[in-house]
């Protein structure tokens, strides 16, 4: 069965720096998401993307987050000059035309020092 | 703006006993999703219930949705220990998902 991708599986930085989280959404699937998840909290939107631009963003995806379909296949996440708060689990997920059912991929743990 | 509540958030349990996890969201909505989640895993999609008075069963669980409370229930019957993990509601709302806080069941033998 199709899934979600996501690299790397955990990825340490320090504080300031940019990193950049990569997913590969199921392949004939149209809408695409950004979620995280703090450790121990709920899961939080970040952003949707459709037909190449943003379609809803949340207001923690403020200046320093950004998103790109780069090709026709990843979905990335870029962080601007990371804070310690952005250390959390960042879920992608994705969800063809027609359907509800969102799709999520393994995660990337980002862990910022 | 969307809230969603789960109750209990802490649920501790023998096997073999039933209970239910409640999911309460304060705007209108028709779409409900159930996840579990394993310590450091991805969510895995439990159950989709997309109109009023939607019950769906798979093994012992089974949600349902009554959409003019606002409120959806996941049942677990007769639990066993690989039950255990994290199960989150998340309610629909325009071109996202709005998670509730989890519940963390652990099943006891």
């Known amino acids: 069965e199709p899934e979600v991708t996501q690299t790397p599986s955990h990825q340490v930085t320090q504080m300031g720096q940019e990193v950049i989280l990569r997913c590969v959404p199921i392949?004939?699937?149209?809408?695409f998401y950004w979620y995280r998840q703090i450790l121990g909290q709920k899961v939080e939107f970040l952003v949707s993307?459709?037909?190449?631009?943003?379609?809803?963003k949340s207001e923690i995806f403020d200046d320093q987050f950004s998103v790109e379909r780069p090709d026709g296949s990843n979905f990335t996440l870029k962080i601007r000059s990371t804070k310690l708060e952005d250390s959390a689990m960042y879920f992608c997920a994705s969800t063809p035309k027609g359907t509800v059912k969102q799709f999520f991929g393994p995660g990337t743990r980002l862990t910022v020092l | 703006e969307l809230k969603v509540e789960q109750n209990p958030l802490f649920l501790s349990m023998q096997e073999g006993k039933n209970y239910t996890i409640y999911c309460n969201y304060s705007t209108t909505s028709d779409r409900l999703y159930w996840y579990r989640q394993d310590p450091g895993k991805s969510l895995e999609s439990l159950f989709v219930l997309l109109s009023n008075g939607a019950v769906k069963q798979e093994g012992r669980l089974m949600a349902s949705l009554d959409t003019k409370a606002r409120l959806s229930t996941l049942h677990i019957t007769a639990a066993v220990h690989d039950l255990s993990a994290t199960y989150f509601c998340?309610?629909?709302?325009?071109?996202?998902?709005?998670f509730g806080a989890g519940t963390i069941l652990r099943v006891k033998s």
């Open positions: 993307f459709y037909n190449n631009e943003i379609s809803e």
């Open positions: 998340a309610v629909e709302y325009g071109n996202k998902l709005v």
């Open positions: 392949s004939n699937h149209l809408y």
